[in-house]
């Protein structure tokens, strides 16, 4: 069974999908996204790894609202992914962007 | 070549890596997040998914902060999504979380 | 006392201006709003403020941490917020916005 | 005038009411904060806080959004934080919480 299916059934054990439109999925991958920046919050990057367990979990739950999101809409994870590095590849030149950290509006 | 390699390629040929830690990747995450949001503010669901492909770019964005989080810190994704839903499993048990979108805390 | 008297009162007896860099107040106030915003996750506008005093709360939250960045700024609220508004009403045209929610870029 | 009267103008002017329910304005509120995070990503605070007219602009749009909210509600700003003042002074006796960034449920 892959990542999806798992996560699928979980969700469809509990007839979650009922509640999963995409604007909320979209509200609780940036909510998730929050509760793993909180465990960096007043400390530095190292302190806040320190804590690796709740950074699993709180990156897991991100991941999950992710891949809950592509199913709805019947998006292949890798396929988007290879899409976007096609276009960073191209927005981003090695020969401009190595070593930056500049916007390629910046570039 | 799998997923995390193609993301590492695209970092590691831009020396990007030395920007990359942990703290700010989960700025990043934070920040993506709030972009696929921002496609659905003042919208419906319906409204939203309509711009199919500022999607699909925007929730690519937050998985590729996501793998590269995963990586710095060389946790397997599928494995700390397993673990998480092996956790969610127990928090909600079907019996009392089915049709229900309270939080395991309520129920 | 003033408002921002009040706030920098409770964080000076507590000699916690040391941890009150700017970027982890960003952070906070990030934070914050999405604590906020959790209150309306899974939940229509009405079924989300119905949870009036964690509304009120959460909303303090963000006022609290933005008027603490204001502050190590030495930046009159009122001033920015009056400086913004002038510049969005010119960005946003009465004629060309009323009854219109699109973006200034878009208009 | 007051701020929050100037800030009613400039949405009344353009009928913007209409738009403007609770649950997406905390998502405004949340995108406001982002953009302004997004001027602290990958840098320090110092570097941040040096593109002072966006980190002004980026504040004032999330004490907007916030006062909009409020406004919403019929919430007087100064009396919300006043209360939630009361409340991190008692959660954070200053005895305990002198010099430390725990959380009250850490203390």
């Known amino acids: 069974m892959d990542i999806m299916d798992e996560i ?12 999963h439109n995409e604007k909320d999925l979209a509200i609780s991958i940036s909510l998730e996204a929050s509760e793993l920046l909180e465990l960096f919050q007043w ?3 190292e302190e806040g790894i320190a804590n690796l367990e709740r950074v699993k ?9 992710s891949y809950m ?3 709805n809409l019947n998006l292949n994870v890798d396929k988007i992914i290879q899409e976007k590095l096609s276009k960073n590849d191209k927005n981003y030149p090695v020969s401009k962007s190595k070593n930056s950290k500049k ?3 910046e570039l």
Request: proline residues 0%.
């Open 8 to 19: 699928n059934k979980l969700r469809d054990d509990r007839n979650w999908r009922q509640f």
């Open 57 to 65: 979990e709180e990156l897991a739950d991100v991941f999950i609202y």
């Open 69 to 71: 999101m592509a199913d």
């Open 43 to 45: 400390k530095s990057s």
């Open 103 to 105: 916007k390629y509006t």
